[in-house]
């Protein structure tokens, strides 16, 4: 591992280990970025916040750590409350969003629970409803990956573990939440750039980012003359605990981007901060890329 700083080009992640789905609170090195992003010389500064969610509600699924928790706490420097879902054995990590997001002054609410169950992606709606009195932002993120090599090895219980949990409940929160929503509000998913590059060790993964690129476009033709606006971000290589606790030490060795790093997860945030704001008034059914310089066909 280089000396080099997170922001900087050459920066490499340790090689490390965990179990799935990982804590940050347990990554070895540096901590990922949450509210911090780049200057021009290789640095970082704290975000730059402008008011932009003031008073809006947001819905996170995965929000406990990497993405999730970057998003919630941007989304709190610009005003927003959030309601955080999140998985049980990932409560530390949970509060400690937590304790960011009302560092900046808003409110946080966390609610332990396996998305992959319908009637859970129901409770989660009903709940953020009952805390906040509405939901403007729904954030689909949370996430399973597991590398395998060759589709001999992929099992069927994996192949349908990763589905039901990367893209169904992104139907059913959906589904459950727009009743909720007015004109104005939004629905932001979080794809990946496999869905582009077709990583063969994700194979599974890979599929769902795919299928949530589909339904991203399907559902945002839906709901784009309503004035709910549906999008998605397709982050590469990001530094999350999903990094140690499901890649092999030669992935992680090879963990970069064009950019000569990974990004971090306050750079992905931003793209979400985007797409939540009136910044981006005219854009539905589209996809960000955030992947270090990756050139994609959208």
């Known amino acids: 591992m280089t000396d080099k700083g997170q922001f900087e080009s050459g920066h490499e992640?340790?090689?490390?280990?965990?179990?799935?789905?990982?804590l940050q609170s347990e990554m070895k090195g540096p901590d990922p970025q949450s509210e911090n992003i780049p200057?021009?010389?290789?640095?970082?500064?704290?975000?730059?916040?402008?008011?932009?969610?003031?008073?809006?509600?947001?819905?996170i699924t995965g929000g406990d750590s990497g993405i999730g928790?970057?998003?919630?706490i941007l989304f709190a420097m610009e005003?927003?409350?959030?309601?955080?879902?999140?998985?049980?054995?990932?409560?530390?990590?949970a509060q400690e969003t937590k304790r960011k997001v009302e560092e900046h002054g808003r409110k946080?609410?966390?609610?332990a629970t396996d998305v992959k169950k319908r009637e859970n992606c129901k409770a989660?709606?009903?709940?953020?409803?009952?805390?906040?009195?509405?939901?403007?932002?729904?954030?689909?993120?949370?996430a399973y990956q597991m590398m395998v090599e060759d589709i001999k090895d992929l099992s069927e219980d994996q192949w349908e573990f990763t589905f039901n949990t990367?893209?169904?409940?992104?139907?059913?929160?959906?589904?459950?939440?727009?009743?909720?929503?007015?004109k104005g509000d939004t629905i932001i998913n979080n794809a990946s750039i496999n869905a582009y590059i077709g990583r063969p060790d994700l194979l599974d993964y890979t599929s769902t980012k795919g299928a949530i690129i589909?339904?991203?476009?399907?559902?945002?033709?839906?709901?784009?003359?309503r004035g709910i606006r549906v999008n998605a971000v397709c982050p590469g290589p990001v530094w999350t605990p999903l990094i140690p606790s499901t890649m092999n030490e030669k992935a992680q060795e090879q963990f970069t981007s064009p950019m000569g790093r990974p990004s971090q997860p306050s750079e992905i945030a931003t793209c979400f901060v985007f797409l939540a704001s009136q910044d981006s008034s005219s854009i539905s059914g589209q996809s960000l890329h955030p992947n270090g310089g990756v050139i994609v066909n959208g």
Do not use: W
């Not at 992640?13 to 990982?22: A, E, L, N």
């Not at 990367?166 to 007015?182: D, V």
């Open 13 to 22: 992640i340790p090689v490390s280990d965990q179990k799935p789905p990982g």
């Open 39 to 59: 200057t021009e010389d290789g640095g970082f500064q704290i975000y730059k916040a402008a008011g932009k969610l003031e008073g809006e509600k947001a819905v």
């Open 69 to 72: 928790r970057a998003i919630a």
């Open 79 to 93: 005003g927003a409350d959030s309601f955080i879902a999140y998985l049980e054995d990932e409560e530390s990590d």
């Open 108 to 111: 946080c609410h966390l609610f």
């Open 124 to 142: 989660i709606v009903d709940k953020a409803m009952e805390a906040m009195g509405a939901i403007n932002i729904l954030v689909n993120n949370a």
């Open 166 to 182: 990367n893209i169904h409940p992104y139907f059913y929160l959906a589904k459950y939440t727009l009743p909720h929503m007015k």
């Open 214 to 225: 589909a339904f991203t476009r399907g559902l945002s033709n839906q709901y784009v003359g």
